[in-house]
């Protein structure tokens, strides 16, 4: 929680993390969508792999662990909240950030041999994040010309 023990950033300095979470979270330098539904993703997947608990530890892991443990939370912080790089659409923002904590825990917990797989899955969120942009401007879009009335 405090840093005091050696391991992973994200496993010894929760409170320095949530530190830089609430001073990103007030300059606006980073969304809370996305940070929130990074988190909302993660826990979902955790706990659906709670449903399938035994072919290995990862899946046996309580949900709340699982966004605890590892580099979760740094990369919920300070990596998904890059402004550049993420949706830029206020939807397309929770989309995004849902699919990177998804994929994060379930490479995760589906390949033991590679513990950390949130920057693989923020990674490819930030693939798509172009796409979740276009979807949504293009549901806008549509969504608006059934509103016009074609004379």
Do not use: C
Request: glycine fraction near 10%; aromatic fraction near 14%; avoid cysteine.
């Amino acid at each position: 929680m405090w840093g005091l023990y050696p391991g992973s950033i994200g496993e010894s300095s929760v409170f320095p993390i949530m530190l830089g979470a609430i001073f990103l979270l007030i300059t606006g330098i980073a969304s809370w969508r996305v940070m929130a539904s990074f988190f909302v993703g993660g826990l979902v997947m955790a706990l659906i792999m709670n449903q399938f608990a035994g072919d290995n530890a990862y899946m046996q892991l309580p949900a709340i662990h699982q966004l605890m443990y590892g580099g979760f939370l740094f990369g919920m912080v300070f990596m998904i909240t890059d402004p550049v790089t993420a949706a830029q659409t206020t939807k397309g923002k929770f989309f995004y950030g849902f699919l990177a904590g998804f994929l994060g825990i379930l490479i995760r917990v589906v390949n033991p041999a590679y513990p950390e797989g949130i920057m693989l899955a923020i990674l490819i969120a930030n693939v798509f994040a172009p796409l979740i942009d276009h979807m949504v401007i293009s549901s806008n879009i549509k969504r608006r010309l059934k509103r016009v009335k074609i004379a």
